[in-house]
């Protein structure tokens, strides 16, 4: 199968994966970075303010590919975030220089708010409804097994190679811009009328077709009530298992709840990497909706378990059991998606459907004050009401409208 698919796929897959592997080594460790040099008050408050660049500069960015061009748009971003690395080290070659770093941070999430939407919709123009499934199930190993390698090796070295890891990501940028420049082709010509559609004025009539598309959006808020549930990991989950795991021994380690909790996350990556192929095998030419609720169900149900068992062996098979959800939603989500979306707004579709992230995490983080009145109980039983919710939004989004009911019978 990976030899059917188009070049730019592959070359998006190989590029993705290089640039994660190395930017993993480098980006969760942001926040230890600003706070050890600023002060945490001051390290949050930038941090946010890179959020809501990286969020505008989404929306913007998917515009631009739906006027300029995927290739176009794509290309403009990997300079720029060449050049942003570049400014990252040279700021760090003779000590820590926070401003300098923060200033490189800006121009990454500018050039990410440019790629991603661009490449995403690159995507979808090249392939069809029965190669989406295991593109997306590919590039979602891709994106697991990079995060994984780096991560691991960025906490290695992050300590006392930090510029040894800002000069991996300068040439790493060189490889896949060069990649990117040599073998992706354009799938979306520049719009004729390109110079006129980069105001603010055309910016708005672009999203406004967006924000008027039911279907589309009980698709987006359905993806947030998914994606609220995994985001919880890192807070309700996280404080959960610190305040309330029993130190126990496992093979020959002492567990406390952080070390319990990173186990958990390494257990839940190494499924995804391991079962990615088989899955996507068995997915490939089936209807992709059923295996997608059952995605649904399975991924809530683990998460439940997670926040409200503290008992080891239950913890791990709840994230086995997530991890087979993930493994079934995720492509089949992804391939449904692009069926919703037309084919002259693919941009700015999918720039806003990217935004979903950033929402999910605003509504993860309000699991903290919940768990604490609920309890962890509780809390298992509002992510199963949200599972459930998403799923519900989900199917609404894609049944069949009168018009298309007609026409099947």
């Given at each position: 199968?990976?030899?059917?698919?188009?070049?730019?796929?592959?070359?998006?897959?190989?590029?993705?994966?290089?640039?994660?592997?190395?930017?993993?080594?480098?980006?969760?460790?942001?926040?230890?970075?600003?706070?050890?040099?600023?002060?945490?008050?001051?390290?949050?408050?930038?941090?946010?303010?890179?959020?809501?660049?990286?969020?505008?500069?989404?929306?913007?960015?998917?515009?631009?590919?739906?006027?300029?061009?995927?290739?176009?748009?794509?290309?403009?971003?990997?300079?720029?975030?060449?050049?942003?690395?570049?400014?990252?080290?040279l700021g760090n070659l003779h000590?820590?220089?926070?401003?300098?770093?923060?200033?490189?941070?800006?121009?990454?999430?500018?050039?990410?708010?440019?790629?991603?939407?661009?490449?995403?919709?690159?995507?979808?123009?090249?392939?069809?409804?029965?190669?989406?499934?295991?593109?997306?199930?590919?590039?979602?190993?891709?994106?697991?097994?990079?995060?994984?390698?780096?991560?691991?090796?960025?906490?290695?070295?992050?300590?006392?190679?930090?510029?040894?890891?800002?000069?991996?990501?300068?040439?790493?940028?060189?490889?896949?811009?060069?990649?990117?420049?040599?073998?992706?082709?354009?799938?979306?010509?520049?719009?004729?009328?390109?110079?006129?559609?980069?105001?603010?004025?055309?910016?708005?009539?672009?999203?406004?077709?967006?924000?008027?598309?039911?279907?589309?959006?009980?698709?987006?808020?359905?993806?947030?009530?998914?994606?609220?549930?995994?985001?919880?990991?890192?807070?309700?989950?996280?404080?959960?298992?610190?305040?309330?795991?029993?130190?126990?021994?496992?093979?020959?380690?002492?567990?406390?709840?952080?070390?319990?909790?990173?186990?958990?996350?390494?257990?839940?990556?190494?499924?995804?990497?391991?079962?990615?192929?088989?899955?996507?095998?068995w997915l490939t030419g089936r209807?992709?909706?059923?295996?997608?609720?059952?995605?649904?169900?399975?991924?809530?149900?683990?998460?439940?378990?997670?926040?409200?068992?503290?008992?080891?062996?239950?913890?791990?098979?709840?994230?086995?059991?997530?991890?087979?959800?993930?493994?079934?939603?995720?492509?089949?989500?992804?391939?449904?998606?692009?069926?919703?979306?037309?084919?002259?707004?693919?941009?700015?579709?999918?720039?806003?459907?990217?935004?979903?992230?950033?929402?999910?995490?605003?509504?993860?983080?309000?699991?903290?004050?919940?768990?604490?009145?609920?309890?962890?109980?509780?809390?298992?039983?509002?992510?199963?009401?949200?599972?459930?919710?998403?799923?519900?939004?989900t199917a609404l989004a894609l049944?069949?409208?009168?018009?298309?009911?007609?026409?099947?019978?």
């Open positions: 199968m990976w030899r059917t698919l188009h070049p730019n796929v592959k070359t998006r897959i190989t590029t993705s994966f290089l640039s994660r592997m190395v930017g993993s080594m480098v980006f969760p460790f942001m926040a230890i970075y600003f706070t050890a040099h600023l002060g945490a008050a001051l390290a949050g408050t930038l941090l946010l303010a890179a959020g809501v660049v990286q969020f505008l500069a989404g929306l913007y960015g998917g515009a631009l590919a739906d006027a300029l061009g995927r290739r176009r748009t794509l290309l403009t971003g990997e300079g720029l975030k060449l050049l942003a690395f570049i400014l990252m080290l000590g820590p220089n926070p401003w300098v770093t923060f200033a490189a941070l800006l121009l990454v999430n500018v050039s990410g708010g440019l790629i991603n939407p661009a490449a995403e919709a690159m995507l979808v123009d090249v392939s069809t409804p029965e190669t989406r499934t295991f593109m997306y199930a590919v590039n979602y190993w891709a994106v697991n097994l990079s995060i994984l390698i780096g991560t691991l090796v960025g906490g290695w070295l992050y300590r006392d190679h930090f510029t040894l890891l800002l000069g991996l990501l300068v040439g790493m940028s060189v490889l896949t811009a060069a990649l990117c420049f040599a073998l992706m082709t354009e799938t979306r010509a520049a719009s004729p009328t390109a110079r006129t559609d980069l105001g603010l004025k055309p910016l708005a009539r672009s999203y406004a077709q967006v924000v008027t598309d039911r279907p589309f959006l009980l698709f987006v808020l359905g993806g947030i009530c998914i994606l609220s549930i995994e985001f919880t990991r890192t807070n309700f989950i996280a404080v959960h298992l610190a305040q309330g795991f029993p130190p126990a021994d496992w093979l020959g380690v002492t567990l406390d709840g952080v070390r319990a909790a990173s186990v958990l996350t390494a257990v839940n990556t190494l499924l995804i990497v391991a079962l990615t192929a088989p899955v996507a095998r209807d992709p909706r059923r295996p997608m609720h059952t995605g649904f169900a399975l991924f809530a149900l683990g998460f439940a378990a997670l926040a409200f068992s503290t008992h080891l062996p239950t913890l791990i098979a709840a994230t086995v059991i997530l991890s087979v959800g993930e493994l079934l939603y995720v492509p089949t989500r992804q391939a449904l998606l692009a069926d919703l979306i037309p084919e002259d707004r693919r941009g700015a579709y999918l720039a806003t459907h990217g935004q979903v992230f950033t929402v999910s995490k605003w509504v993860a983080a309000l699991g903290l004050p919940l768990g604490v009145a609920v309890g962890g109980a509780g809390m298992g039983v509002a992510l199963l009401a949200l599972g459930a919710l998403g799923s519900l939004l049944r069949p409208t009168a018009g298309e009911r007609v026409a099947r019978a």
